[in-house]
């Protein structure tokens, strides 16, 4: 079994994440995405000899007769074009599917594997909930990306070379007047794409976060979040994943019709600028051939300015939704008395915590009170939950990364240097932990077999005896007064600590209790120290061997 600071290091590494492995899935599937690509091309550019005819019309235009205007052969080659053009798109998306589809059954095979080896015990065990809904993410956003980047860009793209090799054949000065407004538009574009990707983004996962998105799944996956132990952990996720994609299935079928309406539009258009150019051409008609070459421009112009234009509006809303969602978190109340958003908030930060409502809307206002004021957040706890209570930390605080890990790599992540400093973190194991203690002082602390290295400064505002004699017990003892000494030092919002009590005696377990008390005194929440010491009377706790239970001292009652 690997262990947690090996699995921290690379656990990503464990979970099948789409983006990751998509450059292996494309080369095993390029001959799908190079047919798609190649009916796209074909469609786009069945535009050509169109345009070709339209400029041997207008060269000819003395020699013409009648028949080239018959209306039946003119309807005719429009109603090719249209064909040609719509079956190319459909074809290339059909493909594009194929292949996202292809992807997607890679990515959940690996899923059910990592799973598998969890339930096995080969690695160890953590919270999947959290797996399961990146990957689901990363189901819709690998279809989007194949959808945007196979068929659509490419197309686009095409789209643009058509119309500029049309605008040459007719007359070059025609395609370098174009290219002019067209390079303006990508480099607005270029300039403006990546802040409005960043705004947007960071808003589409507050927005997550307020809507319950994700805790929805993470509520059906309570058994898989449990431990991969539960035997029916993988049948939940395969009914999950054939839920997702019978929705996907769906919204393919309408993302079809679209996409012919589209096709057809789009030919219709190209069909009836060229028709009509023709006819005014051989009318000899100077102007009118002006307003077929203006036309051409704007439908060059387009989709350029469409996409643009759309990623403005996007921005615009994308700002709209952020000021809305501060103004809704401004109006939480931290007293208790807060607006009517405040339940959803606490009812979305429980279901992160994978615990009842009724437990964990305490365990919140227990969580916002020591966070907001002085004291301190004591575990005594394994990785699962030193994890759930570091999200909640961070939903509390940072909603934009509450999906983040409690690990060296995650922790080091985090963009506020303020939650970096005020988070002591010691892994509870021997290994090297660092805390950030009062001004600038670091100091790194190494914790081995029969060896440790405490803080002197701060001892004396404890007023913890060294204890005794085993080595495993000097070590829990010494990282309990770092810990407390960091707190009274920097007034850290969130000490953790893992389960550092784990074979203590029974003189020590009084010793602990009499530390535990002088605790509780200070705003303490408390998390599995029942399995320690006795709770002291009126405080309330959680049973570790029982999440879904939050007590009361003294009171038998579960809440």
Known sequence: MTTHAEHGAGGDRQVPDAFRTLRELLLRRRGLLVGAIAAAAGAQLAGIPFALLTRKLVERAADVRAWWFDPWWLVGVLLL????????????????????????????????????????????????????????????????????????????????????????????????????????????????????????????????????????????????????????????????????????????????LAVISASVGGAFAVGSIGVVGAYLATRGDAALGEVMVSIWLALLLRGPTRRLGNAYSMHQRARVSGERIEALLATVDRDGRGARYAGTMQRIRCKQLGIRDSAGRWLVRGLTAAFDGPGVVYVVGGAEQRNALFEAFLCLRHPDEGRLGLDGTNARKLRDADVRERIGWLDGRREVARTMLSGSTAALVERSWGETTSIAPHADRVGFQPLVQSPDLQDAAAALRLELSCALARDPKVVLLDDPARGLEEATRARLQQWIEQLASARLVLVGVDRVAAVPQGVGHVDLADPNSVRVSGDPQRR
């Open 81 to 256: 074009l249209i064909g040609v053009q719509a079956c190319g798109r459909w074809w290339g998306m059909v493909a594009a599917e194929r292949a996202a589809q292809g992807m997607l059954a890679d990515l959940r095979a690996r899923m059910l594997r990592v799973l598998l080896r969890r339930r096995a015990e080969q690695v160890e065990r953590r919270a999947s909930g959290k797996s399961l809904v990146r990957f689901l993410g990363d189901a819709g956003g690998l279809r989007g990306w194949v959808e945007r980047a196979v068929v659509r860009t490419p197309a686009d793209a095409l789209t643009v070379i058509a119309v500029l090799s049309t605008l040459a054949v007719i007359r070059w000065q025609f395609a370098v007047v174009a290219l002019v407004p067209l390079l303006g538009t990508l480099l607005i574009a270029v300039a403006l794409g990546r802040p409005i990707r960043a705004h947007t983004r960071t808003v589409r996962l507050r927005q997550t976060l307020l809507a319950g998105e994700i805790t929805e799944h993470l509520d059906r996956t309570t058994a898989v979040r449990a431990g991969g132990a539960e035997d029916d952990s993988v049948e939940v996720v395969e009914r999950q994943l054939r839920a997702v994609e019978s929705g996907f299935v769906a919204r393919r079928r309408l993302d079809a």
